[in-house]
């Protein structure tokens, strides 16, 4: 069995394959740049920058992309990762990701422009799960996400409290994990350290159909 390595071609920049997924899409969907961008709330300017490749979306704006779309972050993720391979969207029998592969995006931005944390899809192509490793700093609690897949959080480095909405709390320290149902509102914010490292695990599901947001 013959492991796949995650390496892309040679010069492939992931916002310009990304950017160009979004606008793919877009004309797909017969939205124009003011209308894409009034309904995911960015400027149209910026949504321009993104679809040429001069900027990079936080996962939240993606996530707002995505629902304007019909799609959601990880099948935008996908796809520019499959582009960047070449246009094979198959799963290998086995794959090695290296620490420095792999689709990442910032977390958030802060007012200053600065990326703060960050967002890497640690899988190549369609696959039964999604695990993703994120690296969080802030402190305060964003939007609720909420998507139809079940999902599984492990800390491996920090500690972060989880709030999952009428279901209640959960403060994780460093190897804690927490698994939560498909639709279950959820939101985290770091706690006693500056960034916490997390390995986020999500269930695959029909993702054309899907308007779920990633945590």
Same mark, same amino acid.
């Given at each position: 069995?013959?492991?796949?390595? *995650?390496?892309?071609?040679?010069?492939?920049?992931?916002?310009?394959?990304?950017?160009?997924?979004?606008?793919?899409?877009?004309?797909?969907?017969?939205?124009?740049?003011?209308?894409?961008?009034?309904?995911?709330?960015?400027?149209?300017?910026?949504?321009?920058?993104?679809?040429?490749?001069?900027?990079?979306?936080?996962?939240?704006?993606?996530?707002?992309?995505?629902?304007?779309?019909?799609?959601?972050?990880?099948?935008?993720?996908?796809?520019?990762?499959?582009?960047?391979? *070449?246009?094979?969207?198959?799963?290998?029998?086995?794959?090695?990701?290296?620490?420095?592969?792999?689709?990442?995006?910032?977390?958030?931005?802060?007012?200053?422009?600065?990326?703060? *944390?960050?967002?890497?899809?640690?899988?190549?192509?369609?696959?039964?799960?999604?695990?993703?490793?994120?690296?969080?700093?802030?402190?305060?609690? *964003?939007?609720?996400?909420?998507?139809?897949?079940?999902?599984?959080?492990?800390?491996?480095?920090?500690?972060?409290?989880?709030?999952?909405?009428?279901?209640?709390?959960?403060?994780?320290?460093?190897?804690?994990?927490?698994?939560?149902?498909?639709?279950?509102?959820?939101?985290?914010?770091?706690?006693?350290?500056?960034?916490?490292?997390?390995?986020?695990?999500?269930?695959?599901?029909?993702?054309?159909?899907?308007?779920?947001?990633?945590?």
């Amino acid at each position: 069995m013959k492991a796949q390595n *995650g390496s892309g071609p040679v010069g492939a920049d992931p916002r310009v394959l990304l950017g160009a997924e979004i606008r793919r899409r877009r004309r797909e969907s017969g939205l124009t740049l003011v209308r894409l961008a009034e309904q995911a709330q960015i400027s149209h300017p910026f949504l321009s920058q993104l679809e040429r490749g001069l900027a990079r979306p936080s996962m939240l704006t993606l996530a707002r992309i995505a629902e304007a779309l019909g799609s959601t972050q990880v099948e935008l993720m996908l796809a520019a990762d499959t582009a960047g391979r *070449g246009g094979s969207a198959d799963t290998a029998q086995s794959q090695v990701i290296r620490s420095h592969e792999g689709v990442q995006l910032p977390r958030g931005i802060a007012r200053s422009g600065r990326e703060e *944390g960050s967002t890497r899809l640690l899988v190549h192509g369609r696959a039964a799960f999604y695990p993703q490793e994120f690296v969080d700093v802030s402190g305060d609690f *964003g939007p609720y996400f909420v998507h139809d897949e079940d999902e599984w959080v492990y800390v491996v480095t920090g500690a972060i409290v989880v709030d999952l909405g009428d279901h209640g709390d959960a403060r994780l320290a460093e190897g804690d994990s927490l698994y939560y149902t498909g639709r279950t509102p959820h939101r985290w914010r770091v706690v006693d350290a500056p960034q916490a490292r997390l390995i986020v695990v999500k269930a695959a599901g029909r993702e054309a159909d899907s308007r779920g947001w990633d945590g």
